[in-house]
């Protein structure tokens, strides 16, 4: 079992920056892909990005490519989102995702393990 909190989410303006992060527990955090995911009012939630095991198994949805990256400490059972360049179609709740295993996925179906999400609004 893993249990996933979120922070970090708040009100900024277009163009700023916020980081999210995410605290993991459970022993074997370091075995699990994550993942960050958002949902939009009147929307389905959608990928964000994913982080492997290693330092360079990263992918991101192309809304987010150059703006948002994806980071991990396993030391501290945490993944991070720094989201910078920030616009107003990235408001939405974002959450974070567990799964097992060592591929990159995109589907929501594929995660096995989710936060309470935390809200992101970016006022223009």
Known sequence: ???LVESGGGLVQTGGSLRLSCAASGRTF???TMGWFRQAP???REFVA???W???STYYAD???GRFTISRDNAKNTVYLQMNSLKPEDT???YCAARGGTTLRVEV???DYWGQGTQVTVSS
């Open 30 to 32: 370091s075995r699990y």
């Open 1 to 3: 079992q893993v249990q």
């Open 92 to 94: 939405a709740v974002y």
């Open 109 to 111: 179906h594929e995660y």
């Open 50 to 52: 994913a982080r492997g």
């Open 54 to 56: 290693t330092a360079g």
């Open 63 to 65: 809304s987010v490519k």
């Open 42 to 44: 009147g929307k389905e």
